[in-house]
């Protein structure tokens, strides 16, 4: 009987054709470029026995980012566990958004981002803007360990911000009263606990705190407008991400709560994927 080959594999695999070669690649250790020009190399039974085990249990529901232990987001390769959100490209939107309200302040502008899972928001704002002093917030304690190892892997150890400050609490919370931030994120649980996509996809096997409030969707980003005045210097922002249809409240939040020049912005299939204003202090 012949040996199977990546070729015979991918034919045979019934996940879509993207998915079979990320996994099989992440089961031989080998990069896109080898599984194309070694295809018809034969393989062991051991690596084809890796490459099965991973096949059936994405065929099963489990996140390809969690089987590959890996997701990349901003141009960068993040860690990922079952104790962490998977990063999704909707949420660069409030990166890039975080990165522009940095433009034009001073040096080592100070930036908060509550409810970091992966430190996915938090290491891409250290990335993009390196002299940024940023912390990053989350009641999990393993989710802050993921997210330290991720700031550890991608940052420079000798950013001029210097090293990402993790802090384990609820909300602002886990702070220092005396600190206050130029910018604050927050891609907080949004989805409404009755909410079926929670029993769906990948949302089966990612940590139900990060994902639902297990309310209405919007009591955690009531209770991050709610404390922002506090946190923010004169002219500080706050942007959080939401959900499909809540922009609207929202933005009705921010607005009751004081805060200025509110205005929703859209991802690029032209949802409302976050929202945001100016404490005028």
Known sequence: MAADTVATLLRASPLPALEARILLGHALGWRRTELITRAD???DSAQVTAFRELESRRAAGEPVAQLIG???FFG???EVTRDVLIPRPETELLVETAVQALEGRAMKPRVLDLGTG???IAVSIAWSR???RVWAVDRSAEALAVAARNAVKLLEPKRP???VQFAQGDWYGALDPALAFDVIVSNPPYIASGDPHLSQGDLRFEPRGALTDEADGLSAIRAIVAGAPSRLLANGVLWMEHGYDQAEAVRATLAAQGFVDVRSEGDLAGIERISGGRWPG
Do not use: K, M, V
Request: hydrophobic share 30%; charged share 30%.
């Open 41 to 43: 190399s034969p393989l």
């Open 70 to 72: 890996s997701r990349e």
């Open 76 to 78: 960068l390769d993040f």
């Open 118 to 120: 992966t430190g996915a």
């Open 130 to 132: 390196p002299d940024a």
């Open 161 to 163: 911000g210097g090293d």
